[in-house]
């Protein structure tokens, strides 16, 4: 791992980790399209914290990113927009 990329985290810029990590076993097919590439997420209600650190020379440095969600997560196809977040439950239910 690289651990340089972590201490280097000089910019001011905001950058949001993705919320969730999942770990497919098995590949999302849309079954309209059979779309396998693109797809995306609609976080409903989700409140994103970013802690900062402020420095000698008053910028702010963010730290830390936390993401609380509240509302449903709902997972679509990125080509046809069909809601396949049944589809994907069930792919990554299980372990993770
Ligand atoms: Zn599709």
Do not use: W
């Not at 779309?35 to 802690?51: P, Q």
């Not at 990113?65 to 927009?81: N, T």
């Amino acid at each position: 791992m690289n651990k340089k990329q972590l201490s280097s985290f000089k910019t001011h810029k905001i950058t949001i980790k993705k919320p969730f990590k999942f770990s497919y076993k098995e590949k999302i097919v849309c079954p309209y399209c059979q779309n396998t590439e693109d797809f995306y997420e609609v976080i409903e209600n989700a409140t994103f914290i970013v802690y900062y650190v402020q420095n000698d020379e008053g910028m702010l440095e963010p730290i830390e990113e936390d993401v609380e969600v509240l509302g449903p997560v709902r997972f679509f196809c990125g080509k046809c927009h069909a809601d396949l977040t049944l589809l994907k439950n069930r792919i990554t239910s299980g372990k993770e």
